[in-house]
């Protein structure tokens, strides 16, 4: 079946270090895949996405390339801020499903 | 443009009671959604809904689960009778549904307490 796999946190960087949060995905097909981050008190925002092969989403800084040889979709950040302080959700969507399949999500807490 | 909505953002019964939980989609999606993350776990798919109609609802973990859509619009989730176990957070979620339909704008959650 599919489902989603994402490193254990939490992940604790000083602020301005490389932040990598691993995502590997096991699904049939071609799924689309994603980062939802929820901020402390808010709800899930969708972060960036990919919906196929060797694509790059990008957004506030935040990067993810799909690998279909390797089954990842790792999350990555050059310079990490405090304001990047939330649980981020490694997720795919399945052409063949009705829904987004979700990681157990990485706390990540970034200190000045 | 108004995103999702939930309400109560937080609730708090015991044991045997009911709640109600509603879901106001993004005006125009036809797709509505139901997750629920307990903590520390996944989150998880409840049921799925195209309109007023019930498109999946495999995620549903039992009969206390009841999820209604009527005439299209917005949603409730009801638990009846509530047990420990279903204390989580319950996301409802919207998307197109055509295009973009794999696109999920979701709402803030309501974070359920069973005690």
């Known amino acids: 079946g599919n489902s989603v796999t994402q490193m254990e946190g939490p992940v604790t960087l000083s602020e301005e270090a490389f932040l990598t949060i691993n995502c590997t995905y096991t699904a049939t097909g071609y799924p689309s895949l994603f980062w939802y981050v929820q901020y402390p008190g808010e709800g899930l925002q969708l972060l960036l996405k990919a919906t196929k092969a060797d694509d790059k989403g990008s957004n506030k800084g935040f990067e993810a390339t799909y690998r279909k040889e390797t089954t990842s979709f790792h999350l990555e950040k050059g310079s990490v801020q405090v304001s990047d302080s939330a649980v981020y959700f490694c997720a795919l969507f399945n052409q063949a499903g009705t829904a987004l399949i979700f990681g157990k999500g990485t706390t990540l807490s970034v200190s000045s | 443009e108004a995103g999702v909505t939930q309400f109560p953002s937080h609730s708090v019964i015991e044991k045997g009671q009911t709640v109600t939980l509603r879901c106001d989609p993004i005006s125009g999606h036809d797709n509505l959604y139901w997750y629920r993350r307990v903590m520390g776990k996944e989150i998880k798919f409840l049921l799925h809904f195209v309109k007023e109609s019930k498109q999946d609802e495999s995620g549903m973990p039992n009969n206390r689960f009841l999820a209604e859509r009527t005439g299209g619009t917005y949603s409730t989730l009801k638990v009846q009778p509530a047990e420990l176990e279903d204390s989580g957070v319950y996301f409802c979620?919207?998307?197109?549904?055509?295009?973009?339909?794999?696109?999920?704008?979701f709402g803030p959650g309501t974070r359920l307490t069973v005690t």
């Open positions: 979620a919207s998307s197109q549904l055509t295009g973009k339909s794999y696109e999920q704008y």
